[in-house]
C-alpha cells in the first residue's frame, strides 16, 4: 500500500479485476450470459464511490480477443448517466491501428454501426446500446476497450429478449447496479443497418490524433489550445522525452457535449513529460491510468514512472500498471519515466468539457 500524504491517491490496476472465466462460474448461470465469446478474458473495474476517492467516474478496461457477442442474451442496454466507449488498438507504434472489425447497435431501433478502425461512442443517459460484438480479429494480440461512465457507482439495465428467460432464482444473484427491465421494456427488435441517425455519436479517433511517431499535429494542438488560453504564451512548459509519442485527445466539443476530456496514447522513452513547468493544478478532478502493453503479463507496467503529488511535492514511484487519483485543486507534476523496459499505453480523464490547467510553481 502508498504511503504517505497523497499514498491513497495512487490505486494499482489489479483492484476489482475479474476474469470471464470467474464470471461463468458465477452462481445461477448468469455470469455465462454477461461473458459471452467476444468479451475480454480479463476486466478490471474501477468505480469513484469504492475505488476512486468519490469522483463522479467509473472505468473500466479489457483486453478482447474472442469473436462474437459480448454479452449474450442480455443487450441491449442503458445507463441513467452518459459514457464514452472507447476501442483502442494495441499496436504501440500506430495509434490509428484496431486489428479487428466490431459492431455496436444504437438507439431503441438497433442501428448497426461497424468500424474496423481506432473508435470512440458516445452513449448519451438513457439510450439502449449494444448488442455488440467482434465480426473479425486482426491483430494476434486482440484490442483494448475502455468504458469511462460519469457516474460513481455503476447501474446498468438490461433490455435483451435474454431477460425474459432468467429465472427468479438466478436474479438473487444478480450485483447491484445490475438491473432487469419488464417484460413491457424488453427491446425485441432485431438489429438493423444503420440509417445515420446515430452518426454523430461514432467518432473514429483519428479525428483526434494530436501527436503520431513524437510529432505535434499543429492542428489538434489549436483545438486543445482553445480551451487552454493559460498555455499559449507557453506558460505550461513543452513536451519533453517523456512525453507520449502517440496521443488521442478528444475534448467535451470532441465528444458530443460530454463533460469531459479524454487520452489515450502510448509512451516509449524515459525523462521527463513536460519541461519548463513543476506541479500544476486543475478546477476538475482527473483520473490519470498507466497500462502495461504485455499480453502475457498483464499485471506488469514495464516500466517506472515518478510522480508528485500535492504542493509538497511528494514523491511517488510507479512501477506496476496504476491509476493515479487528482482531485480538483490537488497540485500533480512533475512527471518524469525513470527507466523503459518496454512501450506502455497512457490514459487520462478530466471532468471537464474543457481542460484548464494552472501552473503553480
Not at 163 to 168: A, F, Q, R, Y
Not at 279 to 296: F, I, K, Q, S
Not at 306 to 314: A, F, I
Not at 322 to 339: E, F, K, M, N
Amino acid at each position: 500500500m502508498e504511503s504517505g500524504k497523497y499514498g491513497h491517491c495512487i490505486k494499482p490496476l489489479r483492484t476489482g479485476a475479474t476474469s470471464r472465466e470467474d464470471a461463468r462460474k458465477a452462481p445461477g448461470g448468469l455470469g455465462a450470459l454477461l461473458a459471452g465469446p467476444g468479451n475480454a478474458n480479463r476486466e478490471i473495474r474501477l468505480n469513484g464511490r469504492d475505488r476512486l476517492e468519490g469522483l463522479n467516474l467509473s472505468f473500466s478496461w479489457g483486453v478482447h480477443t474472442g469473436l462474437g457477442d459480448w454479452h449474450s442474451g442480455l443487450d441491449p442496454h442503458t445507463h441513467p448517466y452518459p459514457e464514452c466507449l472507447l476501442f483502442a488498438g494495441l499496436d504501440t507504434a500506430n495509434i490509428k491501428y484496431l486489428g479487428a472489425e466490431i459492431s455496436c447497435c444504437l438507439g431503441p431501433e438497433l442501428e448497426t454501426y461497424t468500424f474496423n478502425e481506432p473508435t470512440a461512442i458516445i452513449i448519451p443517459a438513457g439510450l439502449p446500446h449494444g448488442p455488440i460484438a467482434t465480426k473479425r480479429m486482426y491483430s494476434p494480440i486482440g484490442f483494448g476497450f475502455w468504458a469511462v461512465e460519469l457516474s460513481a457507482v455503476t447501474e446498468t439495465t438490461w433490455m435483451g429478449e435474454g431477460v425474459s428467460k432468467l429465472s427468479g432464482e438466478q436474479l438473487k444473484n444478480v450485483p447491484g447496479g445490475m438491473r432487469f427491465a419488464p417484460e413491457a421494456e424488453i427491446l425485441k427488435n432485431k438489429p438493423v443497418e444503420s440509417t445515420g441517425k446515430y452518426a454523430r455519436l461514432v467518432k473514429p479517433l483519428k479525428s483526434f490524433v494530436l501527436v503520431e511517431r513524437g510529432k505535434v499535429n499543429p492542428d489538434g494542438l489549436a483545438r486543445i489550445l482553445a480551451g487552454r488560453p493559460e498555455e499559449k504564451s507557453g506558460s505550461g512548459g513543452q513536451p519533453g522525452p517523456g512525453s507520449p509519442d502517440h496521443l488521442a485527445w478528444m475534448c467535451g466539443s470532441d465528444l458530443e457535449g460530454l463533460d469531459a476530456n479524454i487520452l489515450w496514447g502510448f509512451c516509449s522513452r524515459p525523462g521527463i513529460a513536460r519541461r519548463g513547468a513543476g506541479a500544476h493544478v486543475h478546477r476538475t478532478d482527473e483520473v490519470l491510468v498507466y497500462l502495461g502493453m504485455d499480453p502475457e503479463n498483464p499485471d506488469s507496467l514495464g516500466a517506472e514512472i515518478e510522480v508528485d503529488l500535492g504542493k509538497e511535492h511528494e514523491r511517488h514511484l510507479i512501477d506496476k500498471p496504476s491509476a493515479i487519483v487528482c482531485p480538483s485543486g490537488t497540485p500533480h507534476t512533475p512527471l518524469v519515466t525513470r527507466w523503459v523496459d518496454r512501450p506502455f499505453a497512457f490514459f487520462a480523464v478530466t471532468l471537464s468539457g474543457t481542460h484548464e490547467a494552472e501552473v503553480i510553481d
